[in-house]
């Protein structure tokens, strides 16, 4: 058996080698293409394609890796990217996960085979099952018809399609799909592989069958290793399942479940495996009950990816796995190209593909070595799908390591100057033919050194017999950085003046390199650059020393070796110390300078051309590491040390210590409101400059009035200024806003009497503000002082109404007024209380010429008063009248009249 699969293999070298180039070509998703350069090791984006297809798809070039045609399965495409001559109504389906494969007939360059399988998506849509359609590349000039269609091999089957060489003596290939055992049936449980040859297809397959594999889903790849020995199958509901492969007999054995390590997206579709047929990789998601009227379905923030690899190696295959990428992404397939690199198909949606490929860049290497790259090929204006072209298998199977570094069997990156042997088997008796981009080398041995660039390929052929084996290699020699020599002046540490200070060697960076951010630098002490030195702080041990450097190139690993002076300069700059108030409106000791100010001081005396910069510490400013910006706030109030660097062209001539103060401002109550009685002029108040607990002794004054005194006494109302300075020269300004008050002046009155509710609105002016009294005639208070003038509800009666300056005491005023009222009764019985009628309010000052007449209740007067007298008794002809109601008329000076009626009770 071991003898078989060694022969395989080496079949497999030999044709997967040849065949390669046939994969040149990539048609999928939306519009979306790329194309392999295998000569430059590059990759083209097309922009020429006509699918737009949510997952299948297929695509074949040539030897030499020009396009032939492509299809998503129901149409074919030319080279010309028009459809092909009859190649319409194919019995695939651009929603089946693997809708077409295409397969040349072994022996024939100009017949291929598309194999197809249909899926059932909607309601009524029919399966047409598995089929083949035959290209005759002669036809239409060149650019193939289909000559014969939709071939039914099998009434029902899944979406699974693969393909793998079955020997290199015949040719054949093996074509596989998953179906049910009879083919007609949606439980899908038996692998039949169809033999192609140069016969054309065999209608027999060779069957293999999983009593216990039960699978319904159809969705999900099914993809042979490279080297034929292996098979996965992937379905979106039914996990998982790996098996042995025998390419000589078609046959799959050893069906072992896999699950997928993630509880978000444990549902596998997209496989692939490695060039070396030794990992399996998965791109697995988390929505598996999706379809394209889901509207949940459409939302990218409900989908789920990752990407997980299998070690096919280890002892336990499913503890070996490994979550390579986890992220928000819907499903993908995944597909090895020619390069040696697996390919990740990227969409959003089921709908909603995205501009981008990801790249598996060492798929050989286990873990997350393997290096995926997201996002790594783009599209744009064009977009990926779920889908990408399968092959066939055995195209891609690694062919002989010629490089043998342990790194990579087909890229090879070396060095302007270095030298590389690349290497194939030594072999008794074989023939070897290297090339160099095509072209044919003299060499013809089994090894061949490399002195440039370019794509080598070796062709062994053993001459026994066997197959002929081939590798390949492609080597990229990268150019070695420019060397450049560079010095550093530093300035001495300590001020000891002994020639040894402390070097930020990085510092030179730029000057080593160029510029070139892609460069970075070692130092060592020593010629042969072993005893490397931390470049970010270093102490030379002598005056000059010269350090020695390696350049890299952090991409190509690519080094140059240059050298570095160190000198320490033992030259002085000048300290110097910055004062300044602390005047800018917050007062906590912060201040913020232009330190470019100080530039002139610092280097006053000092040769020309100098460049000063500033850092916060000592070994900052040794090291050049937190240069300060040219506005700098200190950190420490009132009082900090900052230190300058004076360069000359980079190198250190001096270091200064500068430091920042920053005094106080006089502490005063910067603005006060004072009232001047204009009553009192010519007095005079007093007004101080408002210090907070200080002595007045210790600082000058400077007054808006010219007055430099601490008080000053002034008598008129205006705004007074005055600039306080204290021994450092730092002032603070007082503004005292003097406003105008004064005594009260009565305006009038407006009294409302002789009624229920009599009211006494006083009218006043004058600069204060006032408040009102009212004082009976006995000078009683009546009505204490209140803010409004308005007094209501006032007994009749004579009052005093006095005005008072509530804020400033600038005095009182007051005026007597009368309210006009009547009793409404009397008892003339001599018990001093209510002996006699009289009208209130009225008196020698007040209506003195007040007409009263009082009258019985048939009209008769009985009683004519005067306002002054003392009132009526109740008699009439010195006799009582009988108690009843009376009437009264009364007539005011101020013409006002009023009548009304009384009570006499005897």
Same mark, same amino acid.
């Given at each position: #058996?071991?003898?078989?699969?060694?022969?395989? !293999?080496?079949?497999?070298?030999?044709?997967?080698?040849?065949?390669?180039?046939?994969?040149?070509?990539?048609?999928?998703?939306?519009?979306?293409?790329?194309?392999?350069?295998?000569?430059?090791?590059?990759?083209?984006?097309?922009? %020429?394609?006509?699918?737009?297809?949510?997952?299948?798809?297929?695509?074949?070039?040539?030897?030499?890796?020009?396009?032939?045609?492509?299809?998503?399965?129901?149409?074919?495409?030319?080279?010309?990217?028009?459809?092909?001559?009859?190649?319409?109504?194919?019995?695939?389906?651009?929603?089946?996960?693997?809708?077409?494969?295409?397969?040349?007939?072994? =022996?024939?360059?100009?017949?291929?085979?598309?194999?197809?399988?249909?899926?059932?998506?909607?309601? *009524?849509?029919?399966?047409?099952?598995?089929?083949?359609?035959?290209?005759? #590349?002669?036809?239409?000039?060149?650019?193939?018809?289909?000559?014969?269609?939709?071939?039914?091999?099998?009434?029902?089957?899944?979406?699974?399609?693969?393909?793998?060489?079955?020997?290199?003596?015949?040719?054949?290939?093996?074509?596989?799909?998953?179906?049910?055992? +009879?083919?007609?049936?949606?439980?899908?449980?038996?692998?039949?592989?169809?033999?192609?040859?140069?016969?054309?297809?065999?209608?027999?397959?060779?069957?293999?069958?999983?009593?216990?594999?039960?699978?319904? =889903?159809?969705?999900?790849?099914?993809?042979?290793?490279?080297?034929?020995?292996?098979?996965?199958?992937?379905?979106?509901?039914?996990?998982?399942?790996?098996?042995?492969?025998?390419?000589?007999?078609?046959?799959?054995?050893?069906?072992?479940?896999?699950?997928?390590?993630?509880?978000?997206?444990?549902?596998?579709?997209?496989?692939?495996?490695?060039?070396?047929?030794?990992?399996?990789?998965?791109?697995?998601?988390?929505?598996?009950?999706?379809?394209?009227?889901?509207?949940?379905?459409? +939302?990218?923030? *409900?989908?789920?990816?990752?990407?997980?690899?299998?070690?096919?190696?280890?002892?336990?295959?499913?503890?070996?796995?490994?979550?390579?990428?986890?992220?928000?992404?819907?499903?993908?397939?995944?597909?090895?190209?020619?390069?040696?690199?697996?390919?990740?198909?990227?969409?959003?949606?089921?709908?909603?593909?995205?501009?981008?490929?990801?790249?598996?860049?060492?798929?050989?290497?286990?873990?997350?070595?393997? *290096?995926?790259?997201?996002?790594?090929?783009? @599209?744009?204006?064009?977009?990926?799908?779920?889908?990408?072209?399968?092959?066939?298998?055995?195209?891609?199977?690694?062919?002989?390591?010629?490089?043998?570094?342990?790194?990579?069997?087909?890229?090879?990156?070396?060095?302007?100057?270095?030298?590389?042997? @690349?290497?194939?088997?030594?072999?008794?008796?074989?023939?070897?033919?290297?090339?160099?981009?095509?072209?044919?080398?003299?060499?013809?041995?089994?090894?061949?050194?490399?002195?440039?660039?370019?794509?080598?390929?070796?062709?062994?052929?053993?001459?026994?017999?066997?197959?002929?084996?081939?590798?390949?290699?492609?080597?990229?020699?990268?150019?070695?950085?420019?060397?450049?020599?560079?010095?550093?002046?530093?300035?001495?540490?300590?001020?000891?003046?002994?020639?040894?200070?402390?070097? %930020?060697?990085?510092?030179?960076?730029?000057?080593?390199?160029?510029?070139?951010?892609?460069?970075?630098?070692?130092?060592?002490?020593? &010629?042969?650059?072993?005893?490397?030195?931390?470049?970010?702080?270093?102490?030379?041990?002598?005056?000059?020393?010269?350090?020695?450097?390696?350049?890299?190139?952090?991409?190509?690993?690519?080094?140059?070796?240059?050298?570095?002076?160190?000198?320490?300069?033992?030259?002085?700059?000048?300290?110097?110390?910055?004062?300044?108030? =602390?005047?800018?409106?917050?007062?906590?000791?912060?201040?913020?300078?232009?330190?470019?100010?100080?530039?002139?001081?610092?280097?006053?005396?000092?040769?020309?051309?100098?460049?000063?910069?500033?850092?916060?510490?000592?070994?900052?400013?040794?090291?050049?590491? *937190?240069?300060?910006?040219?506005?700098?706030?200190?950190?420490?109030?009132?009082?900090?040390?900052?230190?300058?660097?004076?360069?000359?062209?980079?190198?250190?001539?001096?270091?200064?210590?500068?430091?920042?103060?920053?005094?106080?401002?006089?502490?005063?109550?910067?603005?006060?409101?004072?009232?001047?009685?204009?009553?009192?002029?010519?007095?005079?108040?007093?007004?101080?400059?408002?210090?907070?607990?200080?002595?007045?002794?210790?600082?000058?004054?400077?007054?808006?009035?010219?007055?430099?005194?601490?008080?000053?006494?002034?008598?008129?109302?205006?705004?007074?200024?005055?600039?306080?300075?204290?021994? +450092?020269?730092?002032?603070?300004?007082?503004?005292?806003?003097?406003?105008?008050?004064?005594?009260?002046?009565?305006?009038?009155?407006?009294?409302? =009497?002789?009624?229920?509710? +009599?009211?006494?609105?006083?009218?006043?002016?004058?600069?204060?503000?006032?408040?009102?009294?009212?004082?009976?005639?006995?000078?009683?208070?009546?009505?204490?002082?209140?803010?409004?003038?308005?007094?209501?509800?006032?007994?009749?009666?004579?009052?005093?109404?006095?005005?008072?300056?509530?804020?400033?005491?600038?005095?009182?005023?007051?005026?007597?007024?009368?309210?006009?009222?009547?009793?409404?009764?009397?008892?003339?019985?001599?018990?001093?209380?209510?002996?006699?009628?009289?009208?209130?309010?009225?008196?020698?000052?007040?209506?003195?010429? &007040?007409?009263?007449?009082?009258?019985?209740?048939?009209?008769? !007067?009985?009683?004519?008063?005067?306002?002054?007298?003392?009132?009526?008794?109740?008699?009439?002809?010195?006799?009582?009248?009988?108690?009843?109601?009376?009437?009264?008329?009364?007539?005011?000076?101020?013409?006002?009249?009023?009548?009304?009626?009384?009570? @006499?009770?005897?």
């Amino acid at each position: #058996m071991k003898k078989i699969i060694l022969l395989f !293999l080496l079949c497999a070298f030999s044709w997967g080698a040849s065949s390669q180039r046939q994969a040149s070509n990539w048609y999928f998703g939306y519009g979306a293409g790329i194309a392999f350069d295998l000569d430059s090791n590059s990759i083209n984006t097309l922009n %020429n394609g006509q699918l737009s297809t949510n997952e299948g798809c297929s695509s074949i070039s040539d030897d030499a890796g020009n396009l032939l045609f492509y299809t998503d399965g129901t149409i074919v495409w030319n080279k010309n990217h028009s459809i092909m001559m009859n190649g319409s109504g194919l019995y695939g389906d651009n929603s089946s996960t693997q809708s077409a494969i295409i397969v040349p007939k072994p =022996d024939d360059e100009n017949i291929y085979y598309i194999f197809t399988v249909d899926t059932s998506v909607y309601e *009524n849509d029919p399966n047409n099952g598995f089929n083949y359609s035959v290209v005759d #590349m002669t036809l239409d000039g060149g650019l193939g018809g289909v000559t014969q269609k939709n071939t039914n091999l099998l009434q029902l089957c899944s979406e699974k399609l693969t393909a793998v060489l079955k020997d290199c003596i015949t040719k054949s290939i093996w074509v596989i799909t998953l179906a049910s055992e +009879n083919g007609t049936s949606d439980i899908y449980n038996t692998f039949h592989a169809f033999e192609v040859s140069n016969l054309g297809v065999s209608t027999t397959p060779v069957k293999s069958y999983f009593p216990s594999l039960s699978i319904i =889903d159809r969705r999900g790849y099914l993809k042979v290793s490279p080297d034929g020995t292996k098979m996965a199958s992937a379905s979106i509901g039914n996990g998982l399942q790996l098996f042995d492969f025998d390419p000589l007999t078609g046959q799959a054995t050893n069906m072992l479940e896999l699950t997928i390590d993630s509880s978000e997206s444990p549902f596998p579709y997209g496989i692939e495996f490695s060039p070396n047929s030794q990992l399996l990789y998965v791109h697995a998601y988390n929505d598996f009950n999706d379809f394209n009227n889901n509207q949940s379905n459409n +939302n990218p923030a *409900n989908h789920k990816s990752v990407l997980a690899q299998f070690n096919l190696t280890a002892p336990n295959i499913q503890n070996s796995q490994v979550i390579i990428d986890d992220r928000s992404l819907y499903r993908g397939g995944l597909q090895l190209g020619p390069n040696g690199k697996i390919y990740r198909a990227l969409s959003a949606t089921y709908t909603a593909g995205l501009p981008y490929l990801g790249v598996i860049n060492n798929p050989n290497n286990i873990g997350t070595t393997c *290096n995926y790259q997201h996002n790594a090929i783009s @599209l744009s204006p064009y977009t990926s799908s779920q889908g990408l072209p399968p092959f066939i298998a055995s195209f891609f199977n690694e062919q002989i390591d010629i490089i043998n570094n342990g790194e990579s069997s087909t890229n090879l990156d070396l060095c302007d100057g270095e030298s590389y042997t @690349l290497s194939a088997p030594n072999l008794s008796g074989a023939s070897y033919t290297w090339s160099l981009d095509g072209t044919v080398l003299s060499e013809a041995d089994y090894d061949l050194d490399v002195t440039q660039s370019g794509y080598y390929e070796v062709y062994i052929d053993p001459n026994n017999g066997d197959c002929a084996i081939e590798g390949k290699a492609f080597v990229l020699y990268n150019p070695n950085p420019t060397p450049i020599n560079h010095s550093i002046l530093q300035c001495d540490e300590d001020g000891t003046k002994d020639g040894l200070t402390l070097f %930020n060697l990085n510092e030179a960076n730029i000057s080593l390199t160029g510029g070139d951010q892609n460069l970075s630098t070692k130092f060592y002490t020593d &010629t042969a650059r072993t005893q490397e030195v931390n470049g970010s702080s270093f102490t030379n041990t002598t005056n000059p020393q010269t350090i020695y450097v390696e350049v890299i190139n952090d991409n190509t690993s690519c080094s140059s070796y240059s050298e570095l002076t160190l000198e320490v300069s033992v030259t002085d700059s000048n300290d110097t110390v910055i004062e300044v108030c =602390d005047d800018d409106g917050i007062e906590d000791g912060f201040y913020t300078f232009n330190l470019t100010d100080f530039d002139t001081d610092i280097v006053n005396g000092l040769p020309s051309n100098l460049e000063v910069s500033y850092y916060e510490t000592y070994d900052d400013t040794l090291l050049e590491t *937190n240069q300060l910006q040219q506005t700098y706030t200190n950190t420490t109030p009132y009082n900090q040390t900052i230190y300058a660097r004076v360069e000359n062209a980079n190198n250190c001539y001096g270091i200064s210590e500068v430091t920042l103060t920053v005094f106080e401002l006089p502490d005063i109550n910067t603005e006060e409101i004072k009232q001047y009685c204009l009553n009192f002029f010519p007095s005079t108040i007093t007004l101080n400059a408002g210090l907070v607990n200080d002595n007045p002794a210790n600082y000058t004054y400077n007054w808006s009035t010219g007055e430099n005194t601490y008080t000053i006494e002034i008598n008129e109302a205006k705004e007074y200024v005055v600039t306080v300075t204290n021994a +450092n020269k730092c002032s603070k300004t007082r503004t005292i806003l003097v406003e105008p008050s004064n005594i009260a002046t009565i305006d009038g009155f407006e009294i409302e =009497d002789a009624s229920q509710n +009599n009211t006494v609105t006083v009218f006043a002016s004058g600069e204060g503000t006032y408040q009102y009294r009212l004082l009976d005639e006995n000078n009683i208070v009546y009505r204490d002082y209140q803010d409004s003038n308005v007094f209501e509800n006032v007994f009749p009666g004579f009052y005093t109404v006095s005005i008072k300056d509530t804020e400033n005491n600038c005095g009182t005023v007051n005026k007597t007024i009368s309210v006009i009222g009547f009793p409404k009764f009397f008892t003339p019985n001599n018990d001093g209380k209510h002996d006699t009628w009289q009208l209130y309010g009225v008196s020698s000052m007040f209506y003195p010429n &007040t007409k009263i007449k009082i009258f019985n209740r048939y009209g008769k !007067l009985v009683k004519e008063l005067s306002p002054l007298s003392e009132g009526w008794d109740g008699l009439f002809n010195g006799k009582k009248l009988p108690s009843d109601d009376y009437w009264f008329y009364v007539k005011l000076e101020d013409g006002r009249i009023f009548k009304n009626h009384f009570t @006499l009770k005897n």
